[in-house]
């Protein structure tokens, strides 16, 4: 290397590094103490204390200038192994046209596992304009150096740049090869001052709700008078960037930029690699740590914290503090297996908003200290339920309820059921703050007492499983395509109007087979009964499971996909609980099948495959019911169809 070779390398490193290496190597500190940047880098090169490598060691130590930038990202889907060995196969990849104006020959020169890590270091080249010795405007391609690691022990993504362009260029690459989304975590400011760990204040700004913006700054750091101004300024601003001369580390200051919109931490400092990676591994450590100490605030408090928005679209503004509060027990749970807690009466009024909840009437019998299904106290009829209210008799006697013993010291109470509509809404929310968790939320309300939890159904026994129920075990099945594509285009009912007459044809005929009849000389004690459409009940009968018996009712609905689509688009379908058939399946569930003491074990059936959180949902019900679940899809329903004598699938 020649001596203008090691000079312009040497020039490039901090003062302070220069000084370190000189007096490490045996200078005297008097010789090069009180010396410029310039004759200290004369002294390292006339007492060529440096060869060549550890002269590039050093420049390679402190290539990432003396102004980086830390950001930290989340994925949206957890990562698996297989992800990992993809990002360990990046290494050694050119990205030579790149469509980042100003930046060219992008190339991972490592991935390394580090630690609890996965290191990827990467190079760029970045156009610099000047005007040179001759007065005209001339470019160059600096080379610069960024760091991207990948936690391994927690979901994470943190970014250690100079140039923001590029590691959002780097972090999509990556986004795209592992076919997930990666979004950034904003900071809390709780997190930014322990990273920062300083009082020293040198700039704030300070947002106002209407744009107005306050910004104080003193390069030293804020006089008292200053501090006073800023306190009594921040009661109704948003803190939205600021900076902190802040300590490195004991013997390191540096000015350390925050900017809450952005998410962005930037060290302003020539440091070296190894303090700079040192720093941001704690940063990552706490910026965690206070996200997961946020939980116990209030929605809004941890929404402002991190700098992000609560959303609740298209609803009118009176509902908002209703919402957050739901919103408040869905982030506390998170950590916890289940929740109760009393809903302040000023909330209460959300619950009456069926776009967010089902109404559930109940009668609670004193006498008996329990939840009891209606009747009548004229007839003793059962009473039946519909739009979130209990309907009066058929006998036209005014609504008057007594329990199965005949209590008549009843009291009508409501239990509400979140709509799929809320609990996605909440999610959305959930998921911008705390990305690292699976959201799968359970929830119900009696009376004016929360129940929610964010876990996964462990109860398997409130799921009665096809194969397990006597008149369902069939002898082997061969093919049904034929029969699955007739089945997704069979409706609840035969054409026109059902009628017991039409029932008698019905049973005999080929041409006149519904959902309903599929069952006919299947289940014990079944016989197709008249349909009239919405109500509950389409199916019932006995069935057996092991030794024991129960009571048997099902819900049957067609396949929810549009007719014009083609018979294998819908036998590939998936039935959603936001859809008309969805909503009814639960509407039904909820209002008929919750409340009918008799029906032990509710059936779901559809020529159609059903979504596994739409599942998880209705298993959940059942249990907070007290009932079983059974779920008949299109690949049972074709065992089902196939088996069933009265049927000459041959002539259809």
């Not at 150096?145 to 590029?166: P, Q, V």
């Not at 001052?193 to 804020?222: H, M, P, W, Y």
């Not at 540096?254 to 303090?275: D, E, L």
């Not at 809004?300 to 509902?319: A, D, H, Q, T, Y």
């Amino acid at each position: 290397m020649t001596y203008e070779e090691k000079r312009k390398k040497l020039n490039t490193l901090p003062w302070q590094a220069l000084f370190d290496i000189s007096v490490k190597k045996g200078i005297e500190e008097k010789e090069v103490k009180s010396k410029d940047k310039t004759e200290v880098i004369e002294s390292i090169i006339l007492y060529d204390i440096l060869d060549d490598e550890e002269i590039d060691s050093l420049v390679n130590e402190y290539i990432y200038g003396d102004r980086v930038t830390f950001t930290l990202w989340n994925f949206k889907n957890r990562l698996k192994k297989s992800d990992y060995e993809k990002i360990k196969k990046m290494e050694n990849d050119i990205y030579s046209n790149i469509s980042v104006s100003k930046f060219r020959k992008v190339k991972i020169v490592k991935v390394e596992e580090v630690s609890n890590r996965l290191e990827i270091i990467y190079i760029y080249s970045k156009e610099y304009a000047f005007v040179n010795e001759l007065g005209k405007n001339d470019v160059i391609w600096e080379q610069h150096r960024g760091c991207i690691w990948i936690g391994t022990n927690r979901d994470y993504l943190a970014s250690i740049s100079k140039h923001e362009k590029m590691s959002k260029y780097i972090i999509s690459e990556i986004g795209e090869l592992l076919e997930n989304t990666i979004t950034q975590i904003k900071p809390p400011k709780a997190a930014v001052k322990r990273c920062v760990n300083s009082d020293v204040i040198s700039r704030i700004v300070l947002q106002g709700s209407q744009g107005e913006k306050t910004t104080i700054s003193r390069a030293e750091g804020f006089t008292e008078e200053q501090k006073n101004e800023m306190e009594r300024i921040k009661e109704d601003r948003v803190d939205t960037s600021g900076s902190y001369i802040a300590d490195i580390t004991e013997d390191i200051s540096a000015t350390i930029k925050y900017n809450v919109n952005k998410g962005s931490i930037g060290i302003y400092k020539h440091i070296s690699s190894s303090v700079l990676f040192k720093w941001t591994q704690s940063a990552i450590d706490i910026i965690f740590e206070e996200i997961k100490n946020l939980k116990g605030k209030r929605a809004e408090v941890i929404f402002k914290e991190i700098g992000e928005e609560i959303k609740w679209p298209f609803v009118p503004g009176n509902e908002y503090e209703s919402l957050n509060w739901i919103l408040t027990q869905a982030i506390i749970v998170l950590d916890e297996e289940k929740k109760e807690v009393q809903i302040p009466e000023k909330y209460r009024f959300i619950l009456e908003n069926d776009k967010y909840f089902i109404r559930l009437p109940k009668v609670y019998c004193d006498k008996c200290d329990s939840y009891e299904t209606p009747y009548c106290t004229n007839c003793g009829r059962k009473l039946n339920v519909h739009a979130g209210e209990i309907q009066t008799c058929t006998c036209g006697a005014p609504l008057q309820v007594k329990c199965a013993e005949g209590h008549r010291d009843c009291k009508i109470l409501y239990w509400y059921i979140p709509t799929q509509k809320l609990i996605s809404l909440v999610s959305r929310n959930v998921s911008k703050i705390y990305k690292e968790y699976q959201l799968n939320y359970k929830a119900y309300i009696i009376d004016d007492m929360l129940f929610i939890s964010n876990a996964e159904e462990k109860d398997i026994d409130t799921e009665i499983f096809f194969e397990d129920i006597e008149c369902f075990k069939f002898e082997e099945s061969k093919n049904l395509d034929r029969i699955k594509t007739y089945l997704v285009n069979l409706k609840e009912k035969c054409n026109g109007t059902c009628s017991k007459k039409k029932i008698m044809q019905c049973v005999v005929r080929n041409d006149m087979v519904c959902i309903p009849r599929l069952f006919y000389d299947i289940v014990e004690q079944y016989r197709p009964q008249p349909h009239k459409g919405g109500e509950y009940g389409d199916v019932s009968g006995v069935i057996k499971v092991g030794k024991r018996l129960f009571d048997f009712k099902g819900i049957a609905k067609k396949n929810s996909i549009s007719s014009s689509k083609t018979n294998e688009e819908k036998m590939q379908s998936v039935l959603l609980s936001t859809v008309k058939e969805g909503e009814e399946i639960i509407r039904q569930f909820v209002e008929q099948g919750m409340t009918d003491a008799r029906s032990e074990v509710i059936a779901i059936i559809i020529p159609q495959y059903i979504d596994a959180d739409f599942k998880a949902t209705l298993r959940f019900l059942a249990k907070i019911a007290k009932k079983k679940i059974v779920f008949i899809e299109l690949d049972q329903l074709a065992q089902i169809a196939e088996h069933n004598k009265t049927i000459n699938w041959d002539a259809i």
